[in-house]
């Protein structure tokens, strides 16, 4: 396994729409686990494939919730393979998202409460499950990535370009230190 580097905004290859997935074999599988091991060590909840350059449509999520006896994260890998969203509801929830690929900026995103999905796991095998709350908010935010969509996408220009700057601000203050 592999720590693959994370594609910032505003890299174009972040708006490249990925293609479907066309076998699910050893080579996707090796993809998969750098994912995981990518996210984890970021640390983050969810990674798709194009923000580690493959134009692929595989997402990962670990919400890593807490376990309520050891207030411990509890891993929960997920793995989705040409996903799908269908049925969102009409009832909306509002969630401060932030992005793997806009390092430590956050903003409020509206997006459908529930929505169905439809997907392949690591071994082809399909599913399909309603989803609902951050499970819902982070295979929204993956997809859009799938689409050549960032979160700040959602947000009014002026509050997309104050996040930008903020963005620009910080990664020179890295290479400064």
């Known amino acids: 396994m592999a720590i693959l580097p994370i594609l910032e905004a505003p890299d174009p290859r972040l708006r ?5 997935v066309e076998a699910v074999d050893d080579e996707l599988r090796t993809l998969i686990d750098d994912m995981f ?5 970021a640390p983050g909840i969810g990674l798709a494939a194009i923000q580690v350059g493959v134009p692929k449509r595989v997402l990962v999520i670990d919400l890593q919730e807490e376990d309520p006896e050891t207030g411990k994260p509890v891993r929960n890998p997920r793995v989705f393979i040409n996903p799908e969203l269908f049925e969102p509801s009409e009832e909306q929830s509002v969630y401060n ?8 900026q956050f903003a409020e995103v509206e997006r459908p409460a529930r929505v169905h999905a439809r ?9 399909e499950e309603a989803l609902e ?11 859009d990535h799938l689409e050549g969509i960032l979160f700040i996408d959602h ?23």
């Open 155 to 177: 947000l009014s220009r002026l509050k997309r370009e104050m996040l930008l700057k903020k963005l620009e601000k910080a990664r020179k203050a890295r290479r400064a230190a």
């Open 97 to 104: 998202e932030g992005c793997l690929s806009v390092p430590d």
């Open 16 to 20: 490249v729409v990925s293609k479907p």
């Open 133 to 143: 709350g951050l499970l819902a908010t982070c295979i929204q935010h993956e997809m």
């Open 119 to 127: 997907w392949l796991d690591r071994d082809g095998v399909q599913h």
């Open 37 to 41: 091991e990518t996210m984890y060590d």
